[in-house]
């Protein structure tokens, strides 16, 4: 309640009085974003934006999409969710003031299989003989490399062609990283 006194210029006075009620404003999530597509057993970054006008925020995070925020409350806006299962994966995510306004919403993390993951592989391979990049024997030895041993054969033939000048650093490095993924996620999932 809020109380006013007026005086006027011959010397009356009124007063009066009035209830202010003040309501709280939920926090505004202004975007959420992850860094997939990742491979089965891999961890997604989640990043939430949000702001409020008056309040501090806490973040949670629902990393299995079941409504109970395991990672949270917490003051970082982000956090990483392992996830063991390919498909498009909802991860929901919460931001709360500390009047009690919440906010909700989500984002979906596209997961695949090592299989397809090495099927994505190929393709870039396949990229890098048509752009003239690697000769046909040369994406085919990868290829096969990559179906028998990606993780000594493929990996190791990817360096030498990176070594000999045939791939430049910026076109080899993302086959070998994508490769090391591959079999990280690959022991993880037989872990």
Do not use: W
């Amino acid at each position: 309640m809020i109380g006013l006194r007026v005086t006027d210029d011959d010397g009356l006075t009124a007063t009066g009085t009035a209830t202010i009620s003040v309501t709280n404003v939920a926090p505004t999530i202004i975007a959420v974003t992850n860094n997939g597509p990742i491979i089965t057993n891999e961890s997604t970054l989640i990043t939430i934006s949000a702001s409020d006008p008056i309040d501090p925020i806490s973040y949670g995070f629902d990393c299995d999409g079941n409504n109970s925020y395991e990672v949270g409350p917490q003051a970082s806006n982000s956090a990483y969710c392992l996830i063991t299962t390919a498909g498009s994966i909802l991860v929901n995510v919460q931001v709360s003031d500390d009047d009690g306004g919440v906010t909700l919403d989500s984002t979906t993390v596209t997961v695949i299989t090592p299989q397809e993951a090495i099927a994505k592989l190929q393709t870039d391979i396949q990229a890098l003989i048509n752009g003239g990049q690697l000769n046909k024997g040369q994406g085919n030895a990868l290829i096969r490399n990559l179906n028998n041993g990606i993780k000594n054969g493929f990996i190791n033939a990817v360096k030498g062609f990176i070594n000999g000048g045939i791939l430049t650093t910026a076109e080899g490095h993302p086959l070998v990283n994508t490769a090391n993924r591959i079999i990280a996620a690959i022991e993880k999932g037989n872990g």
